[in-house]
């Protein structure tokens, strides 16, 4: 399984932009997909979840979009409002086996793709 992030950047607060992580296996075959990010300094956090629900961080909530479309076998995290603190590295995520989770844990997830950074200027 390959994940791979695009859509990252430079931009000033109250920017948007719109993340992208393409896929080597269907998307549909994923019992949950996610976005994580981590900052200089700081641990991975979650960001958004998706399966048959979706899930946001207090953080981003009302701000972020996650979204997956199985035609393209991709997930994006669409953000807008930005805010300097969500300055980092995006991670996409994927989980293919069944069982319980907690979606907005790291441990959740099987499969990572590299990360695209993302910078937002005050």
């Known amino acids: 399984v390959q994940l791979v992030e695009s859509g990252g950047g430079s931009v000033q607060s109250g920017g948007s932009l719109r993340l992208s992580c393409g896929s080597s296996e269907p998307t549909r075959d994923y019992v949950l997909m996610g976005w994580f990010r981590q900052a200089p300094g700081k641990e991975r956090e979650a960001v958004a979840s998706?399966?048959?629900?979706?899930v946001y961080a207090d953080a981003v909530k009302g701000r972020f979009t996650i979204h997956q479309d199985n035609t393209k076998n991709t997930l994006y995290l669409h953000m807008d409002s930005l805010k300097p603190e969500d300055t980092a590295t995006y991670y996409c995520a994927a989980r293919s086996r069944g069982g319980s989770w907690h979606s907005l844990k790291a441990s959740a997830y099987e499969y990572w793709g590299q990360g695209t950074q993302v910078t937002v200027s005050a």
């Open positions: 998706i399966n048959n629900r979706i």
